[in-house]
């Protein structure tokens, strides 16, 4: 009897065994370490300076297409304080409760469809990586004198969150691409997708756009680290499809034409 209680725990909890679980937790623990080591190299001296130049470009660049909006974008929302504080809120657990828990979802509820997802964020890390190390940028939250922003993550923690240092363990040019809005579109898209309820599907499609205003308003990123996060997001889809259609037995439990039924 007690067998029979514990078989479909078991099977929850472990849909390819628990050996796979511990690879999936190293898989990711592995990627997020190295993901964080990686991105702090930024030399503090000539490299601060590069990332506050190639913020510039991107400045001019904006202004050229016409929408340079950021500073707009957030004095709108500071009219009203409560607003910049969910902003702050969401910011902060976005790459933490959001994405773990769906990260969690999917492996637990829809596992067959969890690999694809798992590919994809591996890929945009590693083309992250290669943009902080190559076009290190500064937020906009370091243009208060020039342009008057905001850092509202600050204001709402009460903790400086301005502090231009390169540690091992943070890096406050890793701006381009934007990955809250790398993962806001891979989350989004692939909850929206398996969601049965109109209501449920429309939000998830909606969270990236709200993510991208969450990144602007906080002072955090450039209209054009969402862009490139976007774009980001576009080539892991195209990584992750490669991998499912070339290499399914070792990618996605012989189920490739499920998984790519996520994208």
């Given amino acids: 009897m007690r067998a029979r209680v514990v078989d479909p725990i078991y099977a929850r909890l472990f849909p390819q065994g628990f050996i796979d679980v511990l690879r999936q937790l190293f898989l990711f623990g592995s990627a997020y370490y190295a993901y964080r080591f990686l991105r702090g190299f930024v030399d503090d001296g000539q490299g601060a300076a590069t990332a506050f130049e190639h913020a510039r470009q991107l400045i001019s660049l904006e202004q050229t ?80 004198p020039e342009y008057g922003f905001r850092d509202t993550v600050s204001e709402f923690t009460g903790i400086s969150h301005s502090d231009t240092k390169v540690t091992a363990l943070f890096n406050p040019y890793a701006a381009v691409p934007s990955m809250h809005c790398c993962f806001a579109i891979i989350i989004g898209g692939s909850l929206a997708s398996i969601a049965k309820r109109r209501v449920v599907k429309y939000l998830w499609i909606a969270y990236p756009v709200l993510m991208t205003w969450v990144v602007v308003v906080t002072g955090n990123h450039w209209i054009m680290d969402a862009v490139l996060g976007a774009l980001t997001a576009a080539v892991s889809l195209a990584g992750a499809r490669w991998l499912a259609k070339t290499r399914p037995a070792a990618w996605s439990f012989g189920q490739p034409e499920r998984l790519e039924a996520t994208a």
């Fill in 65 to 144: 297409l016409g929408f340079f909006t950021e500073r707009d974008i957030q004095e709108w929302t500071g009219g009203w304080n409560v607003t910049t504080d969910i902003a702050s809120l969401i910011y902060m657990n976005a790459q933490t409760t959001v994405v773990l828990g769906a990260i969690f979802y999917l492996y637990l509820v829809h596992n067959a469809r969890y690999y694809f997802v798992r590919n994809m964020m591996m890929i945009s890390m590693g083309i992250a990586l290669a943009g902080y190390i190559l076009y290190p940028t500064a937020p906009p939250r370091f243009f208060f």
